[in-house]
């Protein structure tokens, strides 16, 4: 592997240039990871924007049309069903908590605590299978974006479409102007089929500029970048609870990124893939410039296209490869299939127990605070195992014990609230550790030529995972055992999968279907060791 620290009079081969990390890679991972900060933020802020606020019903006779308390002293029952109306006895002219009959009708009008969210502008009290069904819409964009984001990366490339991903974030101000929920729920969708792609774009990018040394810190760094942007909006949407100026706060710097954009760069890894060979040699020598690697300038402008290629195991006959391609691969299906339960799962059970955290008791600001913190050092644990052990046992251990622990805690008795509370907090840093390695996995598991495509289909599940937590709450009514039981079985099931992967820690990374199939079934971590993993082909051939 190259260094940074290579001696000047030992010039860097052009093939190791790829494996340094220095200035270059982190002025690109700060541009990258700016933008993805605030679109972290717009995919989250339904938890706020359409989170429910007190409310009663409205009694004309003993209001006007200006009247806002939200418990007058004339209320009969504070403990009355917001959706009820308690009845007023007829001839009263002056209204009294004594005024009422004691029985209840159907309330059709109410008089708001706040107007802080969308449930208080657009009226939908007693409705709360509209308020749910927002952030679940906003993941159905999500995940369409995931698939075509993931096309797009690979026929235009990871920076148009990263830089149309987060641009388009500003369709969101339009949500401001809704008069109706049919009209919010649509901007809704819009904007997350839009802004979905920005994860998978800037992540790819991410990856290909780092050595494979640095995979992990990639995928690290883009987390704390998402971490702290969901953080960061707990802390504006305390300060500005009102929705319509949180959704201009979040949404309004997509359309200033336009500027940092001229200064992110393509992966020229994937300009190689492409054929884009000059454009690769031009961002090859800025890196080595910025990097302050020594390599042969001249060698570099002068070699031709396929001695390039071929420096990198790149043979032009083998790049023009697609995803119907992928699908005839054994090895890419059953990787494909492991990778998107994966990140199906860790999206299930992190925003499953992100979502149910604001209905915990205390301030729901504080308590989403809190539990997004709890992300931070599930990466630093992610960090150490992955670099010091592998991708592949810290993953599938993290699934099986967060597994465990949810199903633990779906069985304790509700009296033990400190014990059931210790458990959802350590299963939160376990399947935040298992979050960004799993994406890091992902991308280490497919080959360069249909990354994009691939990653678009396990970002796809990911978002099918996304989709589905939000309803969870729901589940409550029936038992509350049920949530965290569907939790743990996920988990449990997912790392169980992955004995059918390999480990990817020290490999590089692959550019072509075939040299996948070339390095089927064996992982060399060093030179005297050999890991064999299994296969489907293993199992069949054993049956």
Known sequence: MASNTRDKKDPCDISDLMETFGKYQIIQYFLICLPALFVSMISINYVFTVGDVDYRCRIDECEDANSTSHFPSWWPDTSIDRCSKPVLKKGEEICTNTSFTGNLTTCDRWIYESNNTVVAELNLACQPWQSNLVGTIHNMGMMLSMIVSGW????????????????????????????????????????????????????????????????????????????????????????????????????????????????????????????????????????????????????????????????????????????????????????????????????????????????????????????????????????YLMNKIGRKMPLLIGYVICGILCIISAVIPAQYLWAKLTLFLLGKVIISACFTGAITYAMELFPTSVRGSLLGIASFAAQLGGMVAPLTPILNTISEVLPFTLFGISSILTGLLLFLTPETKDLPLFDTIKQVENNRGKVTIDKDVTITHYSLENFSTNS
């Open 152 to 383: 797009m990366c690979d026929k235009f490339g990871r920076k148009p479409t990263l830089l149309f991903c987060v641009i388009g974030g500003a369709i969101g101000h339009i949500k401001t102007f809704s008069t109706s929920y049919i009209m919010y729920v649509i901007i809704e969708f819009f904007e997350a089929s839009i802004t979905g792609g920005t994860y998978a774009a800037a992540m790819v990018i991410l990856l290909e500029i780092a050595g494979k040394k640095y995979r992990v810190l990639s995928g690290v760094i883009f987390a704390y970048a998402i971490y702290f942007g969901e953080s960061l909006f707990a802390c504006i949407a305390m300060l500005v609870p009102y929705w319509k100026t949180l959704i201009r706060i979040v949404n309004t710097p997509c359309v200033l990124f336009t500027v940092v954009f001229l200064f992110i760069n393509e992966s020229p890894r994937w300009q190689l893939v492409s054929g884009r060979l000059t454009q690769a040699k031009r961002i090859m020598k800025k890196i080595a410039r910025d990097n302050k690697i020594n390599i042969n300038f001249e060698e570099l402008a002068n070699i031709s296209d396929d001695e390039l290629k071929e420096k990198f195991d790149i043979k032009s006959n083998e790049v023009k490869e697609s995803f119907i391609n992928a699908m005839k691969s054994k090895e890419i299906t059953v990787r494909l299939l492991v990778s998107s339960m994966g990140r199906f799962t860790t999206n299930f059970v992190y925003y499953g127990m992100m979502i149910n955290s604001v209905w915990l008791p205390g301030d729901k600001y504080v308590n989403f605070l809190l539990s997004t913190l709890m992300s931070f050092p599930g990466e630093l644990i992610s960090l």
